[in-house]
């Protein structure tokens, strides 16, 4: 039974930096895509990054390219996302999702989110 579950949220100030751990159990990473995916208050649902598995790319949403950095530890079936410089409008529930196979697109299972909230 794919699990996800997601930690290292909180409430910081603008310019600061967060990271997020997802931890998985049920599968291996390399079995799926993995996507960090957010939703802000009165907002759509908002792909953040993805790690593919058919060829290995990252991808960022325009809105964190250069600010967020995902990571993985195959040892301990997690995956991070490093949150660096830190906006308001980064404030959201982030979760970690796979994706239904081994490509960026589309979500299979969820965890149930980690909540950051960003203050000016």
């Known amino acids: 039974q794919v699990q996800l579950v997601e930690s290292g949220g909180g409430s910081v100030e603008v310019g600061h930096s967060l990271r997020l751990s997802c931890a998985a159990s049920?599968?291996?990473?390399?079995?799926?895509?993995i996507v960090w995916i957010r939703q802000g208050p009165g907002k759509e649902r908002e792909g953040v990054s993805c790690?593919?598995?058919?060829?290995?790319?990252?991808y960022y949403g325009d809105a964190v390219k250069g600010r967020f950095i995902i990571s993985e530890d195959n040892a301990k079936n997690t995956v991070y996302l490093q949150m660096n410089n830190l906006k308001p409008e980064d404030t959201a529930v982030y979760h970690c999702a796979t994706a239904p196979g081994r490509i960026c697109q589309g979500y299979a299972s969820w965890g149930q989110g980690t909540q950051v909230t960003v203050s000016s």
């Open positions: 790690i593919s598995r058919s060829d290995g790319r990252i």
């Open positions: 049920g599968f291996t990473l390399d079995t799926y895509a």
